[in-house]
């Protein structure tokens, strides 16, 4: 059974960067799309991007177009999440999800059909303060 685990969180100040791993055990990391969420205390899941290995479409939620970049590692079985310039409103808990069924588009993917995804990570808290 593949199991997601993430990594890479920590207390980081203002205008720091943070690089968030999400590797693969029990079974190689094959998606058709991945995708990182956050969830902030108090506050609903939110979609952060989402990428095709499909097609490489890419989306990126507003707040954080810019500054996030999602990448795929398939040597090294991983999906990284490079975030730079973090603000105190990125604090929140990071998932990784995978879908390995190709359908619709990312940005469905990461809004109305996230629930759908077939695999999620436990999180890695990201801490942006002072």
């Known amino acids: 059974q593949l199991q997601l685990v993430e990594s890479g969180g920590g207390l980081v100040q203002p205008g720091g960067s943070l690089r968030l791993s999400c590797t693969a055990s029990g079974s190689p990391l094959d998606y058709a799309v991945v995708g990182w969420f956050r969830q902030a205390p108090g506050k609903e899941r939110e979609a952060v991007t989402c990428?095709?290995?499909?097609?490489?479409?890419?989306y990126y939620r507003d707040s954080v177009k810019g500054r996030f970049t999602v990448s795929g590692d398939k040597v090294n079985n991983a999906v990284y999440l490079q975030m730079n310039n973090l603000k105190p409103e990125d604090t929140a808990v990071y998932y990784c999800?995978?879908?390995?069924?190709?359908?619709?588009?990312?940005?469905?993917?990461?809004?109305?059909?996230?629930?759908?995804?077939?695999?999620w990570g436990e999180g890695t808290l990201v801490n942006v303060s002072l």
């Open positions: 999800a995978i879908d390995r069924a190709a359908g619709p588009p990312v940005e469905d993917m990461c809004g109305r059909y996230s629930f759908a995804m077939d695999f």
């Open positions: 990428l095709s290995d499909t097609d490489g479409s890419v």
